[in-house]
Structures are given as structure tokens and as C-alpha cells.
């Protein structure tokens, strides 16, 4: 009796125990979908305030939209959802016994419309618009998954990678790059190559750009947000990834943050290891009383890995001030080799033939700070920012080259031509930005700003042949060559918006003050250039409804030299292809106007535009014909040229299929009496479509993804048309913090570069290159820790002034 006594009294206790455990917990259930399109919307806050506007708890939605708060004590709260590009939504709930669960079912969020926010926003396939510029999330698209940043590019519409790494917008070559709002001192395509596709938040693509931004490139500005954490505790995420074409691939990275009231503190680490190959051809002819004609085929590798860590910490004083600081240290170490095999004829007879090869060695440490205060007034949204970057760069390489000579007959003749080069290069990037944003009334914003870059750059030029007389090697006094180059630019701007009825008007002015200086070491020579400039925009929006809208906008941008094309001293990277910059070679001036137009219906977007530039001493790239059957690549300015295009971005939800396409055009006029006497074209065009289409299976998610540039007719020849076609898959498992994926890019290897110039004086000249373009990549990510919403700084935008984001640097 004793014994059933205290058994029925102990599980009393642990039954009363095991009440007042669960007294007044309770818990929220939902899924967040587009409003317009259904769609779930992916890693959107979910937030749960007190009365008070205090953060009680939170989450993040998975892949299909869901989410699940837990662990709620009875009272009176207020829900809200926020996500960018949507209006927020808030919903009371009140938890006691006899509601302590909440099923909301579907959530629909809406378009936002504000000023200066997201007055239009119409998303598909991972890409929106918005009035002031277009956005791509990189993690809407399971083809990015385990690659780069540079990987990323090659994928957003409007943009383009060509063989050599280099970047266009709109088929234009002169865009200004930033990473979170800020320019980077090492190469951008470095950078990227180096950064992995999961650390990308999402891209902003700005194409005509307000006073407030820094006016350097003729297409626009790429911005790339970087991701960053928002929620209270211990977070992190880890992803790997293994990839395989001609040669093996990996990389991988673990990012971890700690947030709590007071202080953000957030780290990551990544790596890439990886071989890639390449390989191209060259044909030149030179026609006279013998037709002569030079042709190579190279081909190589490079064996890259590229490491980097991030430490940041953010300090929260009080609800109106924060201060914060980061670091990020990275490098790049390269080993590679390259063969060229030359073949040179006269009359179609073989006349000598030579193997050219080189190793080449490369060590490029980076180092990049960043700190800053941030201000909040009484007033919402009425803030100061100063910010502060400094980044160092260098990059030395050495090369070891021989060239084997043969007569027509393959008989080696001679000795072999054996040389060794040194070539440093030195960048280092100073950025200071300081940002007022006053909302004058609740239509009405006032922003005002100093910014001040400088940028310096120091090359270096050492080589040496080897002297069979004397045994040794020995310098190459006419080779040699040290180049400094400066640049110092002061900028002020002012802008005010206002929003009317169904008119939004924005304008502002930015005024610079530029001071370069280059200085040829070896021979003492300066050459400076000094100038001052103003920079005025403007931008008008009308629409009735959110759903349709109209824009007009003008802004003056500038295009300014880069290092290599005003270094007058001669790379031989190539003997038989040189390059030779011109120092006084003089920025490009861009007047620049865009009218469109943007369509949002339930299961249809359409975004048009129209684009004019009238670009004054607009540079080119001028190929010249040498003594020998040398060719050399040199830089001059033209008169002016007028550049008309149109884009069109359109989506198509058919099912549970979303398609998008992007298609732009552009011809070019330039007007120039020396280029059209030099049988050089004064009309050139180019267009490119990109197709995209996706769907998902319960847990997974498949993507098709197609792109097409048309012939391209170029100042001095053509562009031959390129294509390719990448699929992609990604599945989330059942814990919905862990996913696996595959991608192939390139199915077809079909992915090239081809240009032809016929009808110069006295020659032609083409040349095409290849790379490892297709590839096949699987994937690994995992994220930790509890997603619940904690205090965060705003980000610096490329504007100053942009999202409530946590930091924690680069």
C-alpha cells in the first residue's frame, strides 16, 4: 500500500511538474507566398514582437515557404513578416490555454511601393526589377550552387564573361564593380574566382544611377552584396563542393556568427583548389609582293588555390549608434603552364616553325579592412554613416620561358631563346564615405555626402635572356621598365526625392575633383592630369498602381584609363602579339538616358527599356601591324560615338514551370574621320538572349538554363556568335537545413570566342580561344543554429544608405 502510495504521488509530481513545464507554451505555423504569383518565398523573417516592439522570438521560411515558431508564453504579440522588395505584414495574436496553437495557413506578401524602396518588383527564376535598377539572387538558382562568384556572373542576365575573365554589362567592357558598395583594390575577376557563389546575398545591376553613386563606368554599376547574419546566438553554415572537366575542382567554406544585444561577431573561412585548361589560335597574313603568314595554337593549365578568412565584429552602444570593424586576408598561389606552337609561311610555303612554353609561378596576398560608426536620429530613417576601407594587393609573377627554333623542314636550328621575367604589381584602394539621409517629410528625403578614393598602383618589369657567349643570363636593358601610377578623387553630392500622387521625381549633382599622376621610373617621366567635373541626374517614375509604371532618368558618368592602357611600355607576353598603353590617353565622358516601362500581372512580368549614350573621346582598342609580322594592341581616344539599345526582361509562370527572358540590342555610330580613313568600321552592333527555366519536385528543384550572343560587328572586325546551355538540380532534406545538389555547365561545350578582322591595310587578323567550359559540380551545404531575429546595423549600399543588415565585413 505504502509502495502504490508513493508511486501514484510520484507521477502526480512529475504529471504537475511536466504542466507547469508547458504552461502557456505555444507555437506559430504558416507559409509566405507572392501574392502575384504564388510562389513561396524562401528564408523570409518571421518575426514575433511584444506590444511593445520588442523581439520575442523568430524564424527564418525554408525552401517551400514554411515556418515554425515554438516555445511561446501566453500574452498578446504582434507577428510580422518582412522580406525585401514586399510589403511588411503584421498580425495580432494572442496565446492563452485555450489557444496556444496557431495555424495561419498561406501568408501572401505584396509588392512594396515607396520612393526610393521597391516601387515595382515583379521575381521570377531568382531575378526582380525594381525602379531604380534589377536585382539577382544567386540562391534562387540551383546552377549556382557550389561554384564561385565568377561562376555566379556568367549567369545573371545582362551580363557577360568573356575567355579572359573580364566582365560586361550590355556588351560593354567599362562597368564599375563593387562589393558591398565599395571597390575592391586586387583584379574584380581575381576576387571573384576566389569568393564562393554561397557567399553572395544577392547583385544589384544599376544601369543608370543617381548622383549619389559613384559615376566611374560608361554601362553602369554591378553591385554585389554579400550575405550576412541577422539572427540572435550561435549560426553558422558549411558547404562543399567537388567538380570535375578537364581536370579535378574543389572548394568549400565555414561561415560562423554570434549576435547577441550588445555585439555581432562573425567569421568565415574558404578555400578553392583547382586545375583549369585553356587553349586558343591566332592567324595573321600580311598581303603584299609575298603573302606572309604567322599562325599559333597554345594551350595550358593553371593549378590554383586560393584560401581566405574573415573575422568582423559589430558594436551595438545603444539603439542609435553602432560601430563596427573587419578584416578580411586572402591569396591566391598559381602554378601553371602554357605551350605555343608557331608556324610561319610565305606563299602558303612553310618557311620555320618554333615551340614556345612557360612556367609560370604566382603568389597574390590580399589584405582588406573595414570599419565604421553608424548614427540613428530620433527621426525614422534619419541617419548619418561613416564608413572606411583600406585594401592592399599584391601580386608577383614569376615566369620561366624557352623558345625551340625549326626551319621548314623540322631541322632545330641554333640554340633555344631562353628568358626569365619578374613582373610585380602593387594595388592599394583608400575608400572614405560619408552619408546624411534626412526624410524631410513622409514624401520628401534629403541626401547629401563626401566620398574621397584613392588608388595606387605600382608595376614592375624585370627580364633576362640567356647569353649562350658568356654563359648566363643576362638583363634586358629595353625590357625593363617601373611604373607608378596615382589617382586621387574628391567627390560632394546632394539629392532630394519627392513623391507625388502617381509621380516620383528624384534628382541630385555630384561634383568631383580628379588628380592622376604616372611617372616612369625607369626613364624619370611624368605625366599628370588634373580636371574637375559635374555629374547632375535625374529620375522621374509615374504610375497609378504599383503594377505599372513608367520610367524616365539622365545621368553624366565618366570613364577613366585603366593601368594597362596608359603604361607606355610594351608586355611581351606573347613576342608576336604586344601591348603598348598610351599615357595620354583621356577619360571617356558619358551622357546617358533611359525610358522604360514595367508590367507586373498575376502570372506575367514585362520590363522594357530604351537606351541612349552619347559618349565623348570614347576609347578603343586599336590592333597595328609591326615590322616582322608583329602585331601590337594600343589605346586612342575617337571623337564621340552614339549608342542606341533595347532590353527586354520578361517571366512566365506556366504551372508549376517559371520561365524568364532577357534579350538586349545595341547598335553604335562613331564618329570619327581618322578611323573611317583607316578602313575602320564607323557602325558596329551586337545583341544576346538569355533563357531560363525552373521547377520544383516536393524537396527538389531543377533549372535549364540557355544563353546565345549574336554576331557582334566591332570597330575593327567581328565577334563570332557563342552559345551554351546548363542544367542544374538541388534537393533539401528532411531537416530542411541540409541540401544536396548537381549542375553541369556547358552541356554541349559549345561555349567559345572567335574574332575576325578582314579589310585592314595591307593584313588580316583573327583569333579564337577556348576554355574548360563544361563542367559537372556536386554539392553539399548545411546550416546550424536557431534563426531567431536579433538587433542588426544598416548595410553601406552603393548609395550609402541601404538594408537593416548585421555586419561583419567581407
Request: aromatic share 12%; charged share 20%; glycine share 8%.
Amino acid at each position: 500500500m505504502t509502495k502504490t502510495s508513493l508511486l501514484i504521488i510520484l507521477f502526480l509530481g512529475v504529471f504537475k511538474l511536466h504542466a507547469e513545464e508547458n504552461k502557456g507554451k505555444g507555437r506559430i505555423s504558416g507559409k509566405v507566398v507572392d501574392e502575384l504569383t504564388s510562389e513561396p518565398l524562401e528564408f523570409t523573417p518571421v518575426v514575433l514582437l511584444s506590444l511593445d516592439s520588442a523581439v520575442v522570438n523568430g524564424s527564418l521560411t525554408d525552401e517551400s515557404g514554411m515556418f515554425l515558431i515554438e516555445e511561446i508564453e501566453d500574452g498578446d504579440y504582434l507577428l510580422k513578416i518582412d522580406f525585401i522588395g514586399y510589403k511588411s505584414s503584421y498580425q495580432s495574436l494572442k496565446f492563452n490555454a485555450d489557444s496556444r496553437i496557431h495555424d495561419l495557413g498561406e501568408l501572401k506578401l505584396s509588392p512594396a511601393s515607396e520612393l526610393d524602396g521597391v516601387k515595382v518588383t515583379g521575381e521570377t527564376a531568382g531575378f526582380r526589377t525594381e525602379i531604380d535598377k534589377k536585382v539577382y539572387d544567386p540562391s534562387k538558382n540551383p546552377v549556382n550552387a557550389g561554384g564561385t562568384a565568377l561562376d555566379v556572373m556568367r549567369n545573371v542576365p545582362s551580363i557577360e564573361v568573356d575567355p579572359d575573365d573580364n566582365i560586361s554589362l550590355r556588351g560593354d567592357q567599362n562597368v564599375n564593380i563593387l562589393i558591398d558598395g565599395r571597390p575592391v583594390a586586387m583584379s574584380i575577376s581575381q576576387f571573384l574566382k576566389q569568393l564562393p557563389a554561397s557567399a553572395i546575398q544577392e547583385i544589384e545591376i544599376i544601369t543608370n544611377p543617381s548622383a549619389k553613386y559613384d559615376p566611374e563606368g560608361t554601362s553602369g554599376i554591378i553591385n554585389i552584396k554579400l550575405k550576412k547574419n541577422t539572427t540572435k546566438g550561435l549560426n553558422g553554415s558549411t558547404n562543399l563542393a567537388f567538380g570535375y572537366g578537364q581536370y579535378a575542382k574543389y572548394n568549400g567554406g565555414l561561415s560562423l556568427n554570434y549576435l547577441s544585444e550588445k555585439v555581432n561577431v562573425s567569421s568565415s573561412l574558404n578555400f578553392f583548389k583547382g586545375n583549369f585548361g585553356y587553349g586558343g589560335d591566332l592567324d595573321r597574313t600580311i598581303y603584299g609582293d609575298t603573302i606572309v603568314n604567322l599562325s599559333s595554337i597554345d594551350n595550358g593549365y593553371r593549378d590554383n588555390f586560393s584560401p581566405s578568412a574573415t573575422l568582423g565584429v559589430d558594436y551595438f552602444l545603444n539603439d542609435q549608434n553602432t560601430l563596427y570593424i573587419s578584416g578580411t586576408y586572402s591569396h591566391s598561389l598559381m602554378y601553371g603552364r602554357r605551350q605555343i606552337d608557331y608556324e610561319f609561311k610565305e606563299n602558303d610555303s612553310l618557311v620555320a616553325t618554333s615551340e614556345r612554353e612557360g612556367i609560370v609561378n604566382v603568389f597574390s596576398p590580399s589584405i582588406q579592412l573595414n570599419g565604421g560608426w553608424q548614427k540613428k536620429f530620433a527621426k525614422k530613417d534619419h541617419t548619418f554613416d561613416l564608413d572606411l576601407r583600406y585594401s592592399d594587393s599584391k601580386s608577383p609573377v614569376d615566369e620561366d620561358l624557352e623558345e625551340v627554333f625549326y626551319d621548314g623542314k623540322g631541322v632545330q636550328q641554333n640554340n633555344s631563346a631562353r628568358q626569365k621575367t619578374q613582373q610585380d604589381q602593387n594595388n592599394q584602394l583608400f575608400n572614405l564615405q560619408a552619408n546624411y539621409v534626412n526624410p524631410i517629410s513622409d514624401s520628401m528625403k534629403l541626401e547629401a555626402g563626401f566620398h574621397f578614393t584613392g588608388k595606387y598602383i605600382l608595376q614592375d618589369f624585370y627580364s633576362e635572356s640567356f647569353n649562350y657567349t658568356s654563359d648566363a643570363f643576362v638583363p634586358d636593358m629595353s625590357l625593363n621598365n617601373s611604373f607608378d601610377y596615382s589617382q586621387d578623387v574628391y567627390a560632394g553630392y546632394v539629392t532630394l526625392s519627392k513623391q507625388f500622387k502617381t509621380i516620383g521625381v528624384k534628382a541630385g549633382l555630384r561634383a568631383e575633383q580628379t588628380n592622376t599622376l604616372s611617372e616612369l621610373i625607369t626613364t624619370k617621366e611624368t605625366f599628370e592630369n588634373n580636371y574637375f567635373a559635374l555629374f547632375p541626374s535625374a529620375h522621374v517614375s509615374y504610375g497609378k498602381t504599383p503594377f505599372s509604371q513608367w520610367q524616365l532618368s539622365y545621368s553624366r558618368r565618366i570613364n577613366r584609363p585603366e593601368t594597362e592602357e596608359i603604361n607606355p611600355f610594351t608586355t611581351y607576353d606573347d613576342p608576336y602579339t604586344l601591348q603598348r598603353g598610351n599615357p595620354f590617353l583621356r577619360p571617356e565622358f558619358i551622357h546617358v538616358f533611359e525610358g522604360g516601362h514595367a508590367l507586373i500581372k498575376e502570372k506575367f512580368t514585362l520590363n522594357t527599356t530604351l537606351y541612349y549614350r552619347l559618349i565623348t573621346d570614347q576609347k578603343r582598342r586599336y590592333l597595328d601591324l609591326l615590322p616582322g609580322g608583329i602585331s601590337q594592341v594600343s589605346y586612342d581616344n575617337l571623337a564621340s560615338s552614339h549608342l542606341k539599345g533595347a532590353e527586354i526582361i520578361s517571366s512566365y509562370t506556366f504551372g508549376k514551370v517559371r520561365t524568364a527572358l532577357t534579350f538586349n540590342y545595341w547598335h553604335n555610330t562613331v564618329f570619327d574621320s581618322d578611323a573611317v580613313s583607316e578602313n575602320l568600321s564607323n557602325q558596329n552592333h551586337g545583341w544576346s538572349v538569355n533563357l531560363n527555366a525552373s521547377r520544383r519536385f516536393g524537396r527538389w528543384s531543377t533549372q535549364l538554363m540557355g544563353n546565345y550572343r549574336g554576331k557582334m560587328q566591332v570597330v575593327q572586325g567581328t565577334i563570332e556568335p557563342a552559345w551554351g546551355i546548363d542544367f542544374a538540380a538541388r534537393k533539401l532534406l528532411s531537416n530542411r537545413k541540409m541540401s544536396i545538389g548537381f549542375r553541369v555547365q556547358d552541356i554541349f561545350k559549345t561555349r567559345n570566342f572567335n574574332f575576325i578582322s578582314d579589310g585592314l591595310d595591307g593584313y588580316s587578323f583573327s583569333s579564337g580561344r577556348i576554355w574548360e567550359s563544361r563542367q559537372f559540380w556536386v554539392s553539399f551545404s548545411y546550416n546550424f543554429g536557431k534563426h531567431v531575429q536579433g538587433k542588426q546595423r544598416k548595410q553601406i549600399s552603393t548609395e550609402g544608405s541601404g538594408d537593416d543588415r548585421s555586419a561583419g565585413g567581407m
